[in-house]
């Protein structure tokens, strides 16, 4: 019986060979997955940390949300959305911006177009004349306390915490019409799901 016999030095190229081949196969997965996440980031998804109660709650202080930058830019906005925007007319103080920029989250009340008031002779707040019905307001507030009847401008939307006595939303902001509205334009996305902590998991 005979045996083929392996010559030691092409053993050891074959396997230099195979290791060359398994670096660079991971180092295309790295870098496809670093480019993969970079364009999720910018154009998909991203992810906001919850600074304040204004949207207790549901959303509380520390949480972490998932946000969908697909909304409103190539999907459709809808009232009751949760959506997180660059401060449009300086709703936040300086020390709450280190970087000049600021980012606020409000459910959609009225986008534009609609005419948006409170409250009628049960408390709650009407939309287009028809009452609304707000079952995520924090328990123990009411819909507002301040009266107000506006005309949400085309391009924009009005906001609001869930909070109702601890937000500082579109019913106080600006002394211009334009102030107290959301120009689409600087809305980042919706905000779908709680992803931190764990045991705050949940779809908004």
Known sequence: MSYSR?????????QRK???????????????SVGLSQVINAFILT????????MNNTLEVNDRIMVNKLVPTV?????????????????????????????????????????????????????NGEPIDEPYIQPGDVPS?????EKVPEGYVWVMGDNRDNSKDSRFQGDSE???????????????????????WTFI
Request: hydrophobic share 40%.
């Open 145 to 149: 306390e301040i009266e107000f009847d």
């Open 178 to 200: 334009s102030g107290k509205f959301v120009p689409l334009e600087s809305i980042v996305g919706k905000a779908f799901a709680v992803m931190w902590p764990v045991n705050h």
């Open 47 to 54: 992810s906001f940390h919850i600074p304040s109660e204004s």
């Open 6 to 14: 392996v010559n030691p030095e092409k053993r050891r190229e074959r």
């Open 18 to 32: 195979s290791l060359v081949a398994s670096t660079i196969q991971l180092l295309v997965i790295i870098l496809l």
């Open 75 to 127: 999907l459709a906005l809808h009232r009751g959305d949760v959506v997180v925007f660059e401060d449009p007319s300086n709703w936040l103080p300086d020390s709450d911006k280190p970087n000049g920029e600021g980012y606020l989250v409000k459910r959609v009340i009225a986008i534009g177009g609609d005419t948006i008031s409170c409250c009628d002779n049960e408390g709650r707040i009407l939309v």
